[in-house]
């Protein structure tokens, strides 16, 4: 609970609630009578509505990306330390926008919800869900915010993953993408981690084939196991070291007694933590977007030819020591970027956190997405 | 099945019982009554009986190591690869002792054995035993056979720890020490991903506290979800990307719809195939193992100190790609040696299959192998 909310806090922000009334057909093919999403937003849009920052939020995120709901709330929104007053994602010059996507289970229309149709939650019968189906959502709740095109559209990880869709489907709508520790398709040591995941929670006796809201229980053990395991890949072997090395929680390793390591014992809090406010199907559900996505797929994997017809500039960004979302992953886009003669800025940023280095305040990231981001608010008008 | 046995195999071989008929006291405390030991020997014992390779195995291995047990079976040991007739660990020159590890589950006491005490099955409440208990247990049989000193004690990856071990416990007792893709201690990330495998297999409603024998059930699943953890991290992400990349089993990217993956379905099936043929508790125990090892703690983490005592010459081997034991792991043992003034000669191979390496016949890896292991043939005589 914030004593008091710092000056570069949005302070307390409410959530509000999209209602597209439409059908909206998927890319599966499946058509949802209608959906909502909920999102937040922080600054003021200015007149020519031109001034406007989306922000794409991870596997595990959500839209309460900065600021408070209450007095009462521990701790404040995901990217808190981007997002304010004179912070790098300045509410002083931007009106920025965070969305919950499709199939979220943090308040947008996901398995969580009951289908209109069957008056059941939707839970595993939620259709599939890809990065292209949230890019044309997010549009839509642009479209009724009036926002033509967005100044920025900024994305760590699966978020990256978004901004990218977008440049690619709604070229004219993006001004300048902002590309942080993702990629253009995950390698098949992603997928296997993922799939590990799945595989922890959908065989917990408590999943029930997704049906556990209807049977009053959680597949808690499954999704605290497939947190801990995304949670090991989102650190590195370093940052681990420096930060539990070989401590002890108790016991003796000389006799093998009783003994429980720092790591595990940390572990094991993320784990339940998470496994108390997170929905199952749509874990299953966001890591197989995560998978499937794979742009370049439609071109013979020739990634040039698919960001051909992309018009926005680009900032992208990665971490020394992230391993999920390696270097190498944000080298192939500016390299395809380059070769297709776009606008292009790109720094590598040395970082021993690992893939989570993007939600840390690591001083030469805030500099550089504080000043790419001047620039643009001069180039779209404040 | 073979249909005819190599030239360079050692051929059909038969598993051999070491009974401990003394009582056996452990680094925790507990004492064993008695034990047994299963193991194989390959090749011949020379006269000085100074010919003698012990091969210490990594944490799901055993002592089936090289050849057949019966022209039906469908695989050769899992190291036939390097043991045999003119093989890198020349069956014409020694004589190779393979065994299976107290705690085991291929035939050495272990929690599937019954407790002479109680008439049940050891299970959970198999003492927790550590990797210097096994280099005790090892000595036992090294006895047994009239063995005094190892020509050569070679292992990877658990396995180097044990002859690590075993060079600071028995200094007169080894000649030379291969260590293989192993370490001083576990990281803070590898004790995360044996905790998380120990996690899934603890968590499985069939494991029962370790009871699932009693309850005519195996925890397979929990089993299978810790191998296919393992495994990912036994491979390298460019090896995975040059083997699986994102080819698809079945189903449409584009559309999300039965999408699976080739890398999804092998990792399925290795871990099926794991769950089947080995034992819960023993993956916990040896995984604890692994865990609590760290010689250097007893010297306030000063390798040099530990190693101090030392007699044995060392080879030491990484593999580039190798990220569970990374070549950076080696380099600590091979400086504290040669701090200390030991005899050390090392390498790092290039490979992109990361620790599973070890394993493999690369060609610059049993090259050096062989070469070193003449030399060792030599200074011992055959």
Tied chains: 1, 2.
Aim: charged content about 20%.
């Amino acid at each position: 609970m914030p004593s008091v909310i710092a000056e570069d806090s949005v302070g307390i922000v409410n959530s509000q609630i999209y209602s597209h009334t439409q059908p909206f057909t998927l890319q599966c093919g499946t058509t949802l009578p209608s959906y909502e999403l909920v999102y937040e937003t922080y600054g003021a849009l200015n007149e020519n509505k031109s001034n406007a920052i989306l922000i794409c939020h991870a596997l595990s995120g959500h839209h309460h990306a900065a600021g408070y709901h209450s007095m009462d709330e521990h701790k404040p929104g995901w990217w808190d330390t981007c997002i304010g007053p004179n912070k790098p994602i300045d509410t002083n010059l931007f009106y920025v926008v965070s969305v919950n996507n499709l199939g979220g289970c943090h308040g947008s229309t996901g398995p969580l919800t009951l289908d209109p149709e069957t008056q059941k939650f939707y839970g595993p019968s939620f259709p599939s869900v890809l990065v292209r189906d949230w890019v044309v959502s997010q549009s839509h709740l642009a479209d009724h915010l009036g926002i033509h095109k967005f100044a920025a559209i900024v994305g760590g990880s699966l978020g990256g993953m978004q901004a990218l869709q977008w440049t690619i489907d709604f070229p004219e709508r993006v001004h300048a993408a902002l590309l942080i520790a993702c990629a253009a398709k995950l390698s098949a040591q992603n997928i296997a981690f993922n799939e590990i995941a799945r595989q922890a929670i959908t065989t917990d006796p408590n999943f029930f084939a997704g049906r556990y809201v209807e049977n009053s229980v959680k597949p808690s053990q499954g999704l605290m196991l497939a947190r801990m395991i995304g949670h090991v890949t989102y650190l590195s072997d370093d940052g681990m070291r420096d930060r539990f090395g070989r401590e002890l929680k108790s016991g003796d390793l000389s006799s093998g007694g009783g003994v429980e390591f720092q790591v595990e014992s940390y572990l094991h809090y993320q784990g339940r933590a998470f496994s108390k406010h997170f929905d199952a199907n749509t874990y299953v559900l966001m890591t197989k977007a995560l998978d499937y996505f794979d742009p370049a797929r439609e071109t013979g994997d020739d990634l040039v030819a698919t960001l051909a017809p992309v018009k926005a500039k680009f900032l992208v960004l990665s971490f020394s020591s992230d391993w999920r979302f390696p270097v190498d992953r944000s080298r192939e886009i500016v390299n395809a970027l380059i070769e297709a003669r776009k606008n292009v800025a790109a720094a590598e940023i040395e970082s021993d956190q690992g893939h989570d280095s993007f939600l840390l305040p690591i001083e030469r990231y805030v500099r550089i997405l504080r000043s790419y981001l001047i620039r643009v608010a001069g180039e779209v008008g404040k």
